[in-house]
């Protein structure tokens, strides 16, 4: 049998593109080795190793962490059914097939209860010398492939993860390839778009020296290389390493050396010699990557760049890995979009803002919705008034002033209403009993400009002076409605400006900001420490490893602007 020793993580490789491990346990050894060589031959890919008994299949299980178990339901001293639960503490879903013999097929639905993956009576393999090939190729196929689905969630939960924890581009990237690297790839970068329309380096993680041999910075890629052809296909690509291009590929003078043996040679030194950078494929060849796909990196008609990655093993399901570095860069250009947004609310300049409201239960949009789709509600004056009620004045267009009152009394919020239907369009005095935007808007320094309602929306035009209350304001407004969104920001002067200045605390999310200054303020840095993360955490009420998280993601943002200078 095969001398395989302990294989390393498979989740993404089919059957026929890498090795597949199975434990054959049966308490006949000369059935165990006749069928372990029968498997080997007919599926080339199949290495399989052999237990007699369920303490040596134990301990095989432990130490070789197969594929697949094929197990004999009968065995000297006990039941295939005593291995499989313990498999399934170890690997709740790891393939277990269980041969049955004669008169054994009524342990089917003890095996079944149990979650074994197939089992076949051991008389259907007569004759029959594919069937467990077979069953075995199909159970492991269909694991990877649910690991690998798994695995591209758990890509997308880390990255959404990322977002919400950091507001920098240059962090966000660097933390986006990371997850992608950690989930399986050997190596990934993202790129921003240049003024000559190719990508440069934003960050990258893995095997770097792909990109500093072919890329380096400050330079787009050479034409044909994936992340190159994804923007210039404004698509997602997906490339074999190794596999012919259509059409000659172009000559690089002095590119590649070549040894007696027709190989490829090596400097007097013993070093590889030094590749060209348009020769793109030889160096991904020896950085050991196999395939590679690349796809654009774009939000609301946005483009910032691309995303590509590589790795060193064949695919599962080449529709679907596109399909995923797809929605990676997706994700990736919503990331950039938000950062870009959240940096401009937090420039030091004075800011107008426009917030859009969807809420049923902001009164606004309940009266709205009580009045015709044509109706338009103008807000010129929010006056909160110290009883708790809210006095607004607004001008309604598409609703007859006979009619208007009797419908916006008819809102729950709503106290009192006058109408003046004099005025062109009718004037309305609304006064409502209940928390509106404006008065979270103004409790947090805003000064209210106008708020207009339309096609089921409030639109509130606001300008904030102190910039350092603008992430807490939006996290106020949503935590009060479900549906806010900030859609338009102007500042005195736009964001790479703000970024510019020096700001060490520019990169950082809100949260950030007030962790970093209420550990400084209450000693959480001095020696002996003033307080403890513990005390930082019971002071936010959150759990201690938040705080922590938080501190150490603000320092390193903070040590990245002071140290490297970059934006």
């Given amino acids: 049998m095969s001398e395989t020793g302990p294989p390393s993580e498979r989740d993404g490789a089919s059957v026929g593109g890498d090795d597949v491990l199975v434990l054959l346990v049966d308490d006949n050894e000369a059935w165990a080795r006749s069928t372990a060589q029968v498997l080997e031959h007919q599926r080339a890919a199949l290495s399989v190793r052999t237990a007699t008994d369920l303490s040596t299949a134990s301990a095989a299980f432990a130490e070789y962490d197969p594929d697949c178990v094929v197990c004999d339901y009968q065995l000297e ?19 277990f097939v269980l041969i049955t013999g004669e008169g054994d097929e009524t342990v089917a639905s003890d095996a079944i209860s149990q979650e074994v993956t197939d089992y076949i009576p051991k008389r259907s393999l ?11 190729e199909s159970a492991v196929d269909s694991y990877r492939t649910r690991r690998a689905l798994d695995r591209e969630r758990r890509t997308k939960d880390a990255m959404l993860d990322v977002l919400t924890a950091t ?12 997850q992608l690297v950690e989930r399986g790839y050997a190596c990934a970068w993202i790129g921003r778009v240049t003024d000559d329309g190719g990508p440069v380096p934003r960050a990258v993680a893995g095997r770097e020296a792909y990109l500093d041999a072919v890329v380096g910075p400050d330079r787009v890629p050479p034409p044909g290389e994936p992340a190159r052809r994804a923007l210039d296909a404004d698509g997602v690509v997906a490339t074999s390493i190794g596999e012919p291009r259509d059409g000659p590929a172009a000559a690089v003078p002095g590119d590649i050396a070549d040894g007696s043996d027709g190989q490829r040679g090596t400097t007097p030194g013993g070093m590889a010699p030094e590749r060209s950078a348009h020769d793109w494929e030889t160096v991904a060849a020896d950085c050991g990557f196999e395939r590679a796909v690349a796809g654009p990196v774009r939000s609301d008609g946005v483009q910032f760049g691309v995303l590509a990655v590589y790795a060193d093993d064949a695919v599962v399901d080449a529709d679907r890995e596109r399909s995923a570095v797809s929605e990676y860069a997706d994700t990736v250009g919503y990331a950039l979009r938000t950062a870009e947004q959240q940096r401009s609310l937090l ?22 919705e009580a009045l015709p789709a044509s109706a338009a509600v103008e807000v010129r004056s929010a006056l909160s008034r110290g009883d708790g009620t809210t006095l607004y004045v607004a001008a309604v267009e598409g609703v007859p002033a006979s009619t208007l009152e009797e419908r916006v009394t008819a809102v729950d919020a709503v106290e009192s209403v006058t109408v003046d239907a004099d005025a062109s369009p009718p004037r309305c005095e609304v006064v409502v009993a209940a928390r509106t935007p404006e008065e979270l808007l103004a409790s947090h320094g805003a000064r209210f400009e106008e708020t207009v309602v339309d096609d089921g929306a409030a639109t509130l035009s606001v300008r904030v002076s102190d910039d350092a209350k603008l992430a807490t304001l939006r996290e106020t407004l949503e935590t009060e409605y479900d549906d806010v969104t900030v859609s338009t920001v102007w500042t005195g002067r736009d964001a790479s400006a703000a970024g510019a200045a020096g700001d060490p605390l520019a990169d950082l999310t809100a949260r950030q900001r007030d962790v970093l200054r209420h550990a400084f303020a209450v000693g959480y840095f001095e020696r002996p420490r003033g307080a403890s993360a513990t005390d930082l955490a019971d002071h936010f009420d959150v759990a201690r490893a938040t705080v922590t998280q938080h501190l150490r993601t603000a320092q390193r943002k903070v040590f990245s602007r002071l140290l490297s200078g970059e934006d």
């Fill in 77 to 95: 001293a006990g039941t295939g059914l005593e291995l499989l639960e313990e498999v399934r503490d170890r690997s709740p879903d790891r393939p």
């Fill in 347 to 368: 420039s030091s300049h004075p800011v107008s803002l426009s917030v859009e409201v969807g809420d049923g239960a902001a009164p606004l949009v309940a009266v709205a």
């Fill in 167 to 178: 507001t920098g581009e240059t962090e966000l990237s660097r933390q986006f390839c990371a």
């Fill in 126 to 136: 007569g004759g029959r010398d594919d069937l467990l090939a077979s069953r075995v």
